[in-house]
């Protein structure tokens, strides 16, 4: 909007935290850029003399966007089970990586994508046991855990009492104390590193001994290109498919590439980018794999095939 890069009111240097909060709580770029959108909307909609009335419209403006994903969440269920195959959250490069392998500074308005802050609560790990949360668990443990808001404002989010929202989030935090913490990203570098290798070499011996047996591995091409509709599971299993993926797509490039925060590899042909994949370690073998193929999703890499 126009509007809010000529703001007077100080709401314009809301937008980056805005975005922030609605990717953490959509998995979306989009999705968060058209929440925040909405607010700024509502926000100018109002008679100035509304507006002055507003003690802090920092808070106003999270509030309201925060309804807004909690509406988006609640109509997202029905959309992901009309989705072709598994629907993951959109991956994130890392600005300063991306420029610095371009020999080029970005000019310009900064993409959505670059406003958002590479940190644990952005990995692709992180944001799938998001997805398992229902939406008020979601909102009330992304809003206090991640962002310090207390439960007070955070009622008044989700239409329920402060007592309530605590609930919500202590559920929430089950679910993720569930989830292994990740290694360290030198650690996980130095497998994805060797995976790269492997993959590249099409050694699907190298590859079974960096998978763990039980690994499983999530492809999201959202019916737009050719990407496995189920999950793959066993480590010998996704080492196979692999390796028939890199078969089938001959002068395939792959590049060691921060994804959302993490170490990751990024797959180019033609200069095009057509799989951001992103892993979980545990104990120096992969037991997760989360590729995302969707071009929908994959906008925000568009620069690293320049």
């Not at 809301?14 to 989009?30: D, F, K, W």
């Not at 993409?111 to 939406?135: G, H, K, R």
Request: neutral net charge; hydrophobic residues 45%; proline residues 6%.
């Amino acid at each position: 909007m126009g509007t809010v890069g000529t703001s007077t009111d100080g709401t314009a240097g809301e937008r980056r935290r805005l975005i922030n909060v609605a990717y953490r709580l959509l998995g979306s770029v989009t999705e968060a850029e058209d929440a925040v959108q909405e607010a700024y909307a509502r926000w100018y909609g109002l008679p100035r003399s509304r507006r002055e009335e507003i003690v802090s419209p920092g808070a106003w403006l999270t509030t309201v966007t925060g309804r807004v994903c909690l509406d988006v969440l609640g109509s997202a269920r029905a959309r992901r089970e009309r989705y072709v195959g598994a629907w993951l959250p959109e991956p994130l490069p890392d600005r300063t990586e991306r420029d610095h392998a371009d020999g080029a500074e970005l000019t310009g308005p900064a993409d959505p994508a670059d406003q958002i802050v590479l940190d644990e609560s952005v990995t692709m790990a992180f944001l799938v046991v998001l997805e398992s949360m229902t939406p008020a668990e979601r909102v009330a443990f992304v809003l206090h855990d991640v962002f310090r808001y207390p439960f007070a404002e955070i009622a008044d989010v989700l239409g329920r009492t402060p007592a309530a929202c605590k609930q919500l989030a202590a559920s929430a935090r089950r679910r993720v104390s569930l989830a292994r913490a990740p290694v360290t990203a030198t650690g996980q570098a130095d497998v994805v590193r060797r995976v790269k290798e492997a993959w590249q070499t099409k050694d699907i011996a190298a590859l079974v001994a960096l998978l763990d047996p039980a690994a499983v591995m999530t492809a999201d091409g959202g019916g737009v290109v050719g990407a496995a509709l189920h999950p793959v599971e066993g480590g010998a299993r996704i080492a196979r498919y692999m390796a028939a993926m890199a078969d089938r797509a001959p002068g395939l490039e792959l590049l060691e590439r921060s994804v959302s925060g993490a170490p990751g590899l990024v797959a180019r042909r033609a200069g095009v980018v057509v799989t951001v994949a992103s892993f979980d370690v545990s104990d120096g073998r992969v037991t997760r794999i989360w590729a995302v193929r969707n071009p929908e999703k994959l906008r925000p890499w568009a620069r690293e095939g320049n």
